[in-house]
C-alpha cells in the first residue's frame, strides 16, 4: 500500500498570509496526486486534481506542484473561508485509495 | 447541478446489518464510477469501496472485504453499500462520491454528498 504523509498536521495562520502544505507518498505516485478542503461539518471538496490541475469555480489563490513522492498545496493568500481540513489523495495505485492524514488550517 | 444525497445511516448493534443508499442527479449517472468514503469521529479520511460505471469492477479496503458489498442501479440512479458483521470501528460518517471516469482506476472524487452517520454501538 501507498502510505501519504502530510505536514504539517496543523497550523494557524493569518488572512493574507501565503500557506503551503507538504504530502509526500511512500514510493513515486508520478502526478497521480489529488487535494481536498473539508470544511467542519461538511463533505470534502475536490480543489486540484493530477497534482496541479484547478478543479472549475476553485479560486486561483490555490496551486499544486509536484511529481514523484513530493507535492505542495499553496495558498498565495488566505481567506476566511479557507479554514478547515486539506487532505491530499493518491490515485496512482488502487485498491486502495490511500488518503494523507490531513491539515488543520486554523485562521488567527 | 449536481446532487449525491446519502441515506440509511442509524444506530446499529455489533454483528448487525446496514443499507447505505446514495441517490444522484444532475448528470448521467452510468457515465460514471463510484465510491464510498468514510470518517470515524474526528478522524481523516478513509477509502471504503469503488465500483466502475457498469457494476463490473469492484475494489474495497482490505477492512471492509467480505463484510460490505457496494452495488449500483443505474436504472434507479442510486448506489448501495450493504453492511454486514458491523463493529465499532465501523462508526463514521458514510460519503459516497462520484469519480471522474467510468472506472475504478481514476481515482478522482469529483462530486461527494453530504454524508450519512453510522454508529455501531450495543
Known amino acids: 500500500d501507498i502510505q501519504m504523509t502530510q505536514s504539517p498536521s496543523s497550523l494557524s495562520t493569518f488572512v493574507g498570509d501565503k500557506i503551503t502544505i507538504a504530502c509526500r507518498a511512500s514510493?513515486?505516485?508520478?502526478?497521480?496526486l489529488n487535494w481536498y478542503h473539508q470544511q467542519p461539518g461538511k463533505a470534502p471538496k475536490l480543489l486540484i486534481s493530477?497534482?496541479?490541475i484547478l478543479q472549475s469555480g476553485v479560486p486561483s489563490r490555490f496551486s499544486g506542484s509536484g511529481s514523484g513522492t513530493d507535492f505542495t498545496l499553496t495558498i498565495s493568500s488566505l481567506q476566511p473561508e479557507d479554514f478547515g481540513v486539506y487532505y491530499c489523495?493518491?490515485?496512482?495505485?488502487?485498491?486502495?485509495?490511500?488518503f494523507g492524514g490531513g491539515t488543520r488550517v486554523e485562521i488567527k | 447541478e449536481i446532487y449525491l444525497v446519502e441515506s440509511g445511516g442509524g444506530l446499529v448493534k455489533p454483528g448487525g446489518t446496514l443499507r447505505l443508499s446514495c441517490a444522484a442527479s444532475?448528470?448521467?449517472?452510468?457515465?460514471?464510477?463510484f465510491s464510498w468514503v468514510r470518517q470515524a469521529p474526528g478522524k481523516g479520511l478513509e477509502w471504503v469501496s469503488s465500483?466502475?460505471?457498469?457494476?463490473?469492477?469492484?475494489n474495497y479496503g482490505d477492512s471492509m472485504r467480505g463484510r460490505f458489498t457496494i452495488s449500483r442501479d443505474n436504472a434507479r440512479k442510486t448506489l448501495f453499500l450493504q453492511m454486514t458483521g458491523l463493529r465499532g470501528d465501523d462508526t463514521a460518517v458514510y460519503f459516497c462520491?462520484?469519480?471522474?471516469?467510468?472506472?475504478?482506476?481514476?481515482?478522482?472524487?469529483?462530486?461527494w454528498g453530504q454524508g450519512t452517520l453510522v454508529t455501531v454501538s450495543s
Open positions: 465500483i466502475s460505471s457498469t457494476g463490473l469492477h469492484i
Open positions: 489523495q493518491q490515485s496512482y495505485s488502487s485498491p486502495p485509495i490511500t
Open positions: 493530477a497534482a496541479s
Open positions: 514510493q513515486s505516485i508520478s502526478q497521480f
Open positions: 462520491a462520484r469519480g471522474a471516469s467510468a472506472s475504478v482506476v481514476t481515482a478522482v472524487f469529483e462530486y
Open positions: 444532475g448528470f448521467t449517472f452510468s457515465d460514471y464510477s
